[in-house]
């Protein structure tokens, strides 16, 4: 865990915000308009795995 600051690369990353694991869930859920699939099969895996 970090307590930042944090700095996102604006080459890599469009924008950052923070969200709800059930938001992310529900995101997933409801088809996960622009998340990657690479995104979304990682954050099934440690929602399954870490994050009860």
């Not at 930042?4 to 969200?19: D, H």
């Not at 709800?20 to 690479?38: H, K, N, P, Y």
């Amino acid at each position: 865990m970090d307590d930042g600051p944090f700095r996102l690369n604006a080459t890599e990353v469009q924008r950052g915000n923070w969200f709800l694991l059930e938001e992310i869930d529900s995101w997933i859920s409801f088809g996960g308009d622009a998340l990657t699939s690479t995104f979304q099969t990682i954050w099934l895996t440690a929602r399954k795995t870490y994050i009860q």
